[in-house]
Nanobody, 122 residues
């Protein structure tokens, strides 16, 4: 059973940066697609970014492309989400997830972390 723990969230002013980390334990994620999703209050969980095992393929939502970067360190079983030029609308709980296929739907992922809060003030 894979367990995921996110960290790195916090309060930041608009235009600032944060780097989220997702550490996997109880199994290896080196061969699995990993995604980041977020959920704002009153809204559905939405796709943010994903990366496949070879690190050669990444997907981003249109709202974060060019500002966020997903990367992974297989030796550390860790996936990162570097978030730059943050906007108030990026405020949400951010979740990492491990899946069976690289996709943009939450249904593509079967292991989820508990989430980390990101708050961007204007």
């Amino acid at each position: 059973q894979v367990q995921l723990v996110e960290s790195g969230g916090g309060l930041v002013q608009a235009g600032g940066s944060l780097r989220l980390s997702c550490v996997a334990s109880g199994g290896t994620v080196s061969g699995a697609p990993v995604g980041w999703f977020r959920q704002a209050p009153g809204k559905e969980r939405e796709f943010v970014a994903a990366i496949n095992w070879s690190r050669g393929i990444t997907y981003y939502s249109g709202s974060v492309k060019g500002r966020f970067t997903i990367s992974r360190d297989n030796a550390k079983n860790t996936v990162y989400l570097q978030m730059n030029s943050l906007k108030p609308e990026d405020t949400a709980v951010y979740y990492c997830a491990v899946g069976k296929s690289l996709g943009t739907s939450a249904h593509d992922y079967n292991y989820w972390g508990q989430g980390t809060q990101v708050t961007v003030s204007s």
